[in-house]
C-alpha cells in the first residue's frame, strides 16, 4: 500500500492534467504524420535531432567503455552511425535504443515546469555541441549549429511556452522513436544493420533472435516513458500551480497567455566500427 501523501501526489493537478493530454495529443499526431508518408516530412527536422540523440548516446557509451570515439555522423535520410575504436560493443550497441529512451525520459519530466525546460533546453544545446564536436559531415554541421541558433534564440527571447512545447514534443519523439524504428526494423522487416540484428550476432547473444531483443528494448522505452510522467507528476505535483500565474500551463496559449509570454544512413539507425 502507497501512503497517503504519495497517492495524493499521484493525483495530477489541473496543468498537469494538461500536460499529460498534450503529450498524448503529440503521440497520435507523431503516429499519423509517421504512417501519412506525404506528411511525414514535418517530422524531419525532430526525426534527426532524435537520431542525434540516439547516436550520441552510442558515443558516449563508446568512450565510458574507453573507446576511441573518431565521429559521430547524422545523415539527412534519417540514419546515423559513429565510429569507433575498442570499447565495449556489449554496451554500445544497446546504447543508442536505451539512451535515446532516457534523454526522451528525462525532457519528457523537465518538460511538466517551466524552469526544468529552460535546463533541458540547454542540454540540447549542449548534445547538439557534443555531435558538432565529432562530426565531419557538412549537413551534420549545418543541422546541428542550426539547431543551437534557434534553441539559443529561443532561450534568448524568454518564450517559456516555446521551450516547454519543444523539450515535450522532442522528449515523446526520443522516448517512442526507438518503439516505431524497432517495429520497422525488427517487426515488420528483419534489416540487418540495425542495433538489435548486431547485437543479436554477438557471441553469448546469439541465443536471443533480434526480435525479441528489440522488443526487450521496446518494452524499456515503453515503461521509460511512463515513469518519467509519474516522477513528473510526483516531484513538481503542487497544488497552488493551479492559481498561481507563475505555474501556468496552457493546453493550447490564449490571447491572454500570448502576451504574458515574455513574463512568466539509410532508415534505421546504425554504428561502424574501423
Given at each position: ?31 499519423v504524420l ?5 506528411l ?42 559513429i565510429?569507433y ?77 516555446i ?9 515523446i ?52 516513458v ?39 544512413t ?9
Amino acid at each position: 500500500m502507497l501512503p497517503s501523501g504519495i497517492k495524493a501526489r499521484l493525483k495530477p493537478s489541473k496543468s498537469q492534467t494538461k500536460i499529460i493530454i498534450t503529450l498524448v495529443i503529440f503521440s497520435i499526431i507523431i503516429c499519423v504524420l509517421w504512417e501519412v508518408k506525404s506528411l511525414s516530412w514535418i517530422l524531419w527536422p525532430f526525426k534527426i535531432m532524435t537520431v542525434a540523440l540516439h547516436e550520441i548516446s552510442h558515443a558516449l557509451m563508446a568512450l565510458c567503455t574507453g573507446a576511441e570515439l573518431k565521429r559521430i555522423v547524422v545523415n539527412s535520410n534519417e540514419g546515423g552511425h559513429i565510429v569507433y575504436v575498442g570499447g565495449n560493443s556489449y554496451l554500445i550497441i544497446p546504447a543508442g535504443y536505451i539512451g535515446s529512451t532516457i534523454f526522451g525520459g528525462l525532457l519528457i519530466f523537465c518538460g511538466f515546469s517551466p524552469t526544468t525546460s529552460k535546463i533541458a533546453a540547454i542540454f540540447i544545446i549542449l548534445c547538439m555541441g557534443g555531435t558538432l564536436y565529432y562530426s565531419n559531415g557538412f549537413f551534420t554541421f549545418v543541422f546541428t549549429i542550426s539547431v543551437i541558433l534557434v534553441v539559443g534564440y529561443i532561450l534568448y527571447i524568454k518564450k517559456w511556452n516555446i521551450i516547454q512545447y519543444f523539450v515535450l514534443f522532442l522528449g515523446i519523439m526520443s522516448g517512442l522513436y526507438s518503439l516505431w524504428d524497432i517495429l520497422e526494423d525488427v517487426v515488420k522487416r528483419r534489416i540487418e544493420n540495425s542495433d538489435a540484428s548486431q547485437f543479436a550476432e554477438l557471441p553469448g547473444t546469439q541465443w536471443l533472435p533480434a526480435q525479441l531483443w528489440g522488443f526487450i528494448w521496446l518494452m524499456f522505452s515503453v515503461l521509460t516513458v511512463i515513469m518519467s510522467v509519474i516522477l513528473a507528476i510526483l516531484v513538481f505535483n503542487k497544488k497552488q500551480d493551479e492559481y498561481q500565474v507563475e505555474d501556468e500551463w496552457e493546453l493550447l496559449p490564449t490571447r491572454r497567455s500570448l502576451s504574458n509570454l515574455t513574463v512568466s544512413t539509410d532508415d534505421n539507425f546504425g554504428f561502424g566500427v574501423i
